[in-house]
Every structure is written in C-alpha cells, then in structure tokens.
C-alpha cells in the first residue's frame, strides 16, 4: 500500500502561514495533507488567511474554501482546533475566547506535551521589529514577497512542463542570502527570550517561512514553516516526540503518488476535498 494511501494518527498538528486569499498559497498540498493526517489538537499558528491581499484585491477559488470546510469537518469529527493569528489575520485577535464552528481564537496558547514539556505557542509578528515598528516597510516586503512568489510559479510551471517535481525557488533563494539567514537567527533568538522569560520549556511559532527545530540556550525553538513555499507541519507524536514534516518530500518519496498540480482545476479540487 501507498504510505500516503493511510491516515497518519498524531497527537498534535501545528500548521501556519497558509496566506489563503494569495495565489502562491498551496492549498491543493495542504488540503492532501489534512486528508493523510488527524490528530486530537490542530494548531492554526497565524496568517492562515491573508487579510492583507484580500483588502487589496479579492482572490478566493474554490481551493481555498476546500481548506476552510476541511479544517471544520475535523472539529465535527472530534478535533480540537485553536487558531492563534497573525499579522496578516490580526482582526481575529478582536474575537479571542470566541469559537467559530468550533474553531477556538486565541492570542496564544500553552501547549504540554505528551511528556511534560510546556510549549508556548504564538505566530511571532511580535517580535519582528519590521512588523511591529515600520508597517509600511513589512507591506513593501510583502509586495516584494509576492513577486518572488509569482517567479516561484513561473518557475515551477516551466519545470512541470519539463516533467520535473516541484521546488522551491524562492525557498531556496531565501535559504542563500546571508541577510535573510541573519533575520532569522535573530527572530528566533527573540522569541526564545520571550519563552525564558515566561519560564516555558519551549516555544512554537511560525511567521518567517522557515522551518526548524532546535535548541537554543535550553529552550525548544520550533518554527512549522509555511504552505506557500515548503508545505511544512510541525507534529507531535503520542510520546511526545516532535517532528516536522515536509509534505512536498512525502509525496516525492513516495514511488505511486506525483504532487498535487500547483494550480487545480474545479474536479480535483473537489476530489482533494472530499472524505
């Protein structure tokens, strides 16, 4: 049987950094992601939906609200679902401690895991000086983003025709740059002195599309990624144990399964998102 013919059983799920309402969203992977795997608790770590794109222009296909009625039929299914957001959907931080459809807001979350450790759980705009002091200069950057998006596509679809799987150009660029490999370091050591701080065993978060786990001076740092360059999840297993996942690789490793077209047409798009 194909590895990803099963459903993967965890005890937490943390996604973030979807940005639907973009065209560079990937939700065609992530909806395939949410087919192949369940778990007690799902964390939505921020920016799920692009409040900021979707104020400039609309862009909703079906796709996108595939995602949406996914994520909602796991929580009639049982699924504790926790949407902490972001700066791009920072209007639902007006209806923390609401539900909607039973999806729970909250500015932020602690999360303990299977074997004690306590998790602080927040997407991370705050301690991003861009965001917090110069709105102006992150819009720009996210103008700036969107275009290395849009040559990301360009690219793919070129390599697509060629046979090729997909990759991450503009991950691959990002990964390069020394000034960018600088910004995350010091995301990450910013959050993590919020995490001592606050006397936590780790923190999860997501906001820069990088991810990874490591330690930093005693604290779990862990980053999910994003679905609009690496299709990552942070997961935790029934031990306790924690692990990203490359959804993007599942689907290369396996020898019976291709990856999702990057644009869907209407049929595949309902099939990805029937049960």
Same mark, same amino acid.
């Given at each position: 049987m194909s590895q990803l013919g099963r459903t993967r059983e965890y005890r937490? /799920?943390? /996604? &973030? %950094?979807v940005h639907l309402g973009t065209r560079g969203s990937k939700a065609d992977f992530l909806i395939d992601f949410l087919r192949h795997n369940d778990a007690d608790t799902i964390y939505l770590v921020g920016d799920i939906i692009d409040g900021w794109r979707l104020k #400039? &222009?609309?862009?909703w296909p079906q796709t996108h609200n595939d995602?949406?009625? $996914?994520v909602l039929r796991k929580v #009639? $299914?049982?699924t504790r679902v926790i949407y902490v957001p972001g700066n791009h959907d920072e209007w639902l931080r007006d209806y923390t401690l609401l539900q909607f459809g039973g999806v729970e807001v909250a500015e932020e979350a602690i999360h303990v895991t299977a074997d004690g450790r306590r998790l602080l759980v927040i997407h991370g705009d705050v301690f991003d000086a861009v965001v917090k002091h110069a709105r102006w200069l992150a819009m720009l950057g996210d103008s700036a983003y969107t275009a290395a998006i849009y040559l990301n596509r360009q690219f793919n679809k070129a390599r697509r025709r060629l046979g090729y799987q997909y990759w991450s150009l503009s991950a691959y660029l990002k990964h390069r740059v020394k000034n960018a490999m600088q910004y995350i370091g010091s995301f990450a050591d910013a959050v993590v002195d919020e995490a001592l701080r606050r006397g936590v065993d780790g923190v999860v978060c997501g906001h820069i599309h990088y991810a990874e786990i490591r330690e930093i001076n005693g604290v779990l740092y862990c980053n999910d990624g994003d679905w609009?360059? &690496?299709c990552t999840a942070l997961v935790e297993h029934s031990d306790g144990r924690l692990e990203l996942i490359n959804w993007i690789d599942q689907w290369a490793? %396996?020898?019976l399964n291709g990856p999702p077209r990057a644009e869907v047409d @209407? %049929? @595949?798009a309902a099939l990805l998102g029937a049960d």
């Open positions: 937490t /799920i943390w /996604i &973030s %950094d #400039r &222009s609309w862009y995602v949406v009625q $996914k #009639r $299914k049982g609009v360059e &690496s490793l %396996d020898p @209407a %049929d @595949a």
